[in-house]
């Protein structure tokens, strides 16, 4: 009885756990791979003010349902996953796909995602078919909205306006 209560309290936890997966040196075009287009990829820090307000406008508009084609990257190596993982939780950004940077050299993984991208942040990369667009500063709520909104349509031209 003791073992089945202990199964269930394991289970019920690992269901509200964020998933923060450590991003590897190799491993960006594989979680791009698995993901479908359109896409946003955004790259923050726990250093990084500017990164808290564009997580906190994903957050809202994943509380609003929104079903948002987005994958997080955090970019702080010597950070433990316990204090990204509740800036996560904070902003209610925790249950979408989540990594951190796992290369002790970080500049290695700057270089795969973008080997014209030095290290600004936050940093984000509109990521479709055809194209990928970088981004550095924060995205407005609004413009996320916007770009939202453009996507069941297929509007292109909409969506490049990124």
Same mark, same amino acid.
């Given at each position: 009885?003791?073992?089945? *209560?202990?199964?269930?309290?394991?289970?019920?936890?690992?269901?509200?756990?964020? *998933?923060?997966?450590?991003?590897? &040196?190799?491993?960006?075009?594989?979680?791009?791979?698995?993901?479908? &287009?359109?896409?946003?990829?955004?790259?923050?820090?726990?250093?990084?003010?500017?990164?808290?307000?564009?997580?906190? *406008?994903?957050?809202?508009?994943? =509380?609003?349902?929104?079903?948002?084609?987005?994958?997080?990257?955090?970019?702080?190596?010597?950070?433990?996953?316990?204090?990204?993982?509740?800036?996560?939780? #904070?902003?209610?950004?925790?249950?979408?796909?989540?990594?951190?940077?796992?290369?002790?050299?970080?500049? &290695? #993984?700057?270089?795969?995602?973008?080997?014209?991208?030095?290290?600004?942040?936050?940093?984000?990369?509109?990521?479709?078919?055809?194209?990928? =667009?970088?981004? %550095?500063?924060?995205?407005?709520?609004?413009?996320?909205?916007?770009?939202?909104?453009?996507?069941?349509?297929?509007?292109?031209? %909409?969506?490049?306006?990124?």
């Amino acid at each position: 009885m003791k073992n089945r *209560a202990l199964c269930i309290a394991l289970l019920t936890i690992s269901c509200f756990a964020t *998933a923060l997966e450590p991003l590897h &040196r190799g491993g960006y075009q594989q979680v791009l791979d698995q993901q479908p &287009r359109p896409l946003l990829v955004v790259l923050w820090s726990v250093d990084c003010p500017p990164c808290y307000d564009e997580l906190a *406008a994903l957050g809202r508009l994943h =509380q609003e349902g929104e079903t948002l084609p987005v994958v997080l990257i955090n970019t702080d190596t010597r950070r433990s996953s316990d204090e990204v993982t509740a800036t996560l939780q #904070q902003h209610n950004t925790d249950a979408l796909p989540n990594y951190q940077f796992a290369d002790p050299v970080p500049a &290695r #993984q700057r270089r795969e995602i973008d080997p014209n991208w030095y290290g600004e942040l936050p940093r984000s990369y509109l990521i479709e078919e055809d194209s990928t =667009q970088g981004h %550095s500063g924060a995205l407005t709520e609004q413009r996320l909205r916007d770009w939202l909104k453009a996507l069941p349509s297929h509007n292109r031209e %909409s969506v490049r306006r990124f």
